[in-house]
């Protein structure tokens, strides 16, 4: 089970940190990946990680503005926000990858969180 947190409204500009935290033991062994989704739209890649960190992805539309990250320990993906625009706002899902490799298509997660609400006013 994948929980999200963190969502929430905010300026343009501003920043928020999303949490995703798994439940049973398998989550170090396995990449993570954040999605979002706006109304009307397609599902849509934002950043993805390996098991052990050690490569990160992201989309062409939040490089440089969001940074993904993880603590096995304590079996939780974050994804720092910052410098926010209108257009990111949507319903972000966090997913566990079917392996430990850093991938993108939305066929390469299986296990998906319910999502968490992120919206930025102008």
């Known amino acids: 089970q994948l929980v999200e947190s963190g969502g929430g409204s905010v300026q343009s500009g501003g920043s928020l940190r999303l949490s995703c935290t798994a439940s049973?033991?398998?989550?170090?062994?396995?990449?993570m990946g954040w999605f979002r989704q706006a109304a009307g739209k397609e599902r849509e890649f934002v950043a993805g990680?390996?098991?052990?960190?050690?490569?990160?992805s992201y989309g062409s539309s939040v490089q440089g503005r969001f940074t993904i990250s993880r603590d096995n320990a304590k079996n939780t993906v974050y994804l720092q926000m910052n410098s926010l625009k209108p257009e990111d706002s949507a319903v972000y899902y966090c997913?566990?990858?079917?392996?430990?490799?850093?991938?993108?298509?939305?066929?390469?997660?299986?296990?998906w969180g319910q999502g968490t609400q992120v919206t930025v006013s102008s």
């Open positions: 990680i390996s098991w052990i960190a050690d490569t990160t």
């Open positions: 997913a566990r990858g079917i392996g430990p490799a850093t991938t993108r298509g939305n066929g390469q997660y299986n296990y």
């Open positions: 049973g033991d398998s989550f170090k062994s396995y990449s």
